[in-house]
């Protein structure tokens, strides 16, 4: 299993997303990649870099190693959101619990 990074994800997009606009393609690696540097100026970069090496380039054919890597993506990002929607909850908690604590202290109860 190959492993998942900016430039497989960017050359997977651009060789199988020819709808996707390069700033398109950054925002789908900051998905994954949040803390990228990656610009519109490096997806065209990619994409002259795989046209110079005679890769295919906006091509809508879908192959399984191509689905496996979107794959890839896709879980990365599911994890990635289940995590933060659990510190969001987490908080949400946390705030209800003060906010009844605060509540109880005002009328002299107890909470449980």
């Known amino acids: 299993m190959s492993k998942v990074t900016i430039a497989s994800i960017a050359m997977n997009l651009i060789a199988t997303r020819k709808d996707l606009t390069n700033q398109q393609i950054v925002d789908e690696v900051k998905k994954v990649f949040p803390n990228a540097n990656t610009t519109t100026n490096?997806?065209?970069?990619?994409?002259?870099?795989?046209?110079?090496?005679?890769?295919?380039?906006a091509t809508v054919e879908r192959t399984c190693k191509v689905i496996q890597e979107e794959l890839q993506v896709a879980t990365s990002l599911v994890e990635k959101l289940q995590q933060e929607l659990k510190e969001l909850q987490q908080d949400v908690e946390e705030e209800e619990l003060k906010q009844l604590e605060a509540l109880a202290k005002k009328y002299n109860k107890q909470v449980a």
Request: glycine content about 0%.
């Open 42 to 57: 490096s997806i065209a970069w990619y994409k002259s870099d795989m046209k110079k090496h005679k890769y295919q380039v």
